[in-house]
């Protein structure tokens, strides 16, 4: 594996003191033989995990998921978003309001609850939780600039960190000739998780079924995330291993401080919050602000793992103390192993866009006359593998581009939610002039579950005739009248 090394100067700290780290930048190209990561077999009705291929050897070792660039640096509230004692794995606890920090863009939360889902089905031991890929996210892009994606999970513009040209950062040349990055010259972190072209070429993922392996797509670059997380046989719920993964990702402790700092919070609760509109991050490890409190971006000597801490007495000893307790030759280190998720076996909650299987459309006829308003409205019901309804699945219903009917305000595309009997219901459709079939199609933003309604425009018809002209109509013996013009009316 040819690799690349530089050194980067990462800034932070309340008094201007800049620390500087030395970090490797992973290899700009795999060597051979290495594995494609599996797919997740979740586009259409596959199920979970089926299919899943050997992840690529060495993942997440050696380099850096985002080849050490600039972060955000934020931090959550003192207070946390749920309340003292709510268990934060509790799925049937709906969230819906709380701090603006703990809100979490719906396509975006929608993209990383998928990719646990798939992980978990295809590697279970790893124990990757949702809430470990939205930390990163949170330090990564700011949850995508605050969910600015479109309904497939694409970004809106692309998210790109700095050159990697070695100039206060890691040196990494052009791997991919700019078709991700657009960058000919350097390598770039891209997307909402921020991978470099390299390290994306090897994990990329099409986890939202559209064909391709976009690293700007949130569907996309999440699942990449937690296959890259859990390689090399990484349990996450040992701390060991979970840190080990955050700083295969960013090889800082600062960086693995901050997101371990937001995955608690959310692990505590969130709420989702509609795209765009989430809270954007505004510190990052590459900008200078003096009221930041100084957290080394490497250990300093001697290091923290090696320094004894000393061991304060137990109030209530087990044993009766002897007049002169002995000095304890070695004191005692703190638990590490501790779990910080459930054991496996835990249930998941999977999101109602990945329990749909089917849409299925309406039977109600949709017609109306030119210039009114259809009878029927545009339904689908949303159902899963087993044919049961899917309550809270977000369906578009979009007009064929032919047609002059239009939605309210005029509007060729809505998108509604399924209600408790999976029925998605379209507002009112109202006929323009067109006298003429046309195809109204549903789908469910992020899959490849579409159904066609046929409608119908027909010409309004007259309930009566009435004579146009009054002037008296005469004719001689054995001849016709002259012509009678009529017209028809409502």
Known sequence: MAAQFGRRLRRGATSGAIVAAAVAALAASQGPGALPPPTDNLSGDSAIGAGDATTPHGGGDGGSATGDSPYYTDLPPLNTPNAPGVAPTAPTVPIVTGPAEAGIPATVLAAYRRAEASVRASDPSCNLPWQLLAGIGKVESGQARGGRVDGNGTTLSPILGPALDGNGFALIQDTDRGAFDGDTT???????????PSTWA???Q???GDGKKDPNNIYDAAQAAGMYLCAGGRNLAIKADLDRAILSYNRSTEYLTTVLTWFEYYGRGTHTV?????????DRSDRLRPDRPLRPTAPTSPSPSTTPTPDRPSPKPTDPAPTTPPKPTEPTKPPTTEPTRPPVGTPV??????RVARLKPGTAALTAVTESTFAQAATVTA????????AGVSVRFELAATTDARFPAGATTVTVTSDARGVAKAPALRAGVKAEPFTIRASVPGRSLTAELKATVEVRKADALARVGDAALTATTGA????????GRL
């Open 480 to 487: 016709g009248y002259a012509e009678v013009t009529v017209e």
């Open 383 to 390: 159902v899963d593998a087993a044919g049961r309804p899917v």
């Open 349 to 354: 909650e999977i999101p109602p866009t990945l």
């Open 274 to 282: 509609p795209d765009g509109t989430g809270q954007l991050p505004v």
């Open 206 to 208: 099409d986890a939202n």
């Open 186 to 196: 350097h390598d770039r972190a891209v997307g909402p998780m921020q991978f470099i």
């Open 202 to 204: 090897v994990w990329g």
